[in-house]
């Protein structure tokens, strides 16, 4: 792996770009749009500093819907791929984003019934090695 550091507006610059490949009706009811936040975010449950949030989707009565992509932690996670891979990385981060968008509207849970199975995983394996 090359030892490349992306900045946050070279990080905002391809979340533009990609956010332009994803088909418009998905941004149907995504009133706030998608937010790049300069913060590294540590999931709470995460065991040894090494779980990262790295895009959340929110539903909020007063901001709207939108996604929020946390620069500090894509940066922890992905800092040092290529800027083939790290824009793949951060593709991977706004589609799963999106299909939370998705299934929030639908009522559906099946993605973060998905994310609950994969944090218990990283618990468990934590657990095994600690």
Known sequence: MEDTMF???????ILN????EMPQELY?????GIVLREEMKL???SKDNDLYILGEYHSDSQLGNFIA???GSVI?????YSLKNYKNELRKVLKHEFLHHLETMAGEVSLAV???????KY???WGKSH
């Open 7 to 13: 900045t946050i507006d070279e990080t905002e610059v």
């Open 17 to 20: 770009e990609i956010a332009e």
């Open 28 to 32: 149907n009811e995504l009133s706030g």
């Open 43 to 45: 999931h709470p449950k």
């Open 69 to 71: 992509v946390y620069y």
């Open 76 to 80: 922890r996670s992905y800092g040092n």
């Open 114 to 120: 998905e994310d609950s199975i994969e944090l218990e």
């Open 123 to 125: 618990l468990e394996s």
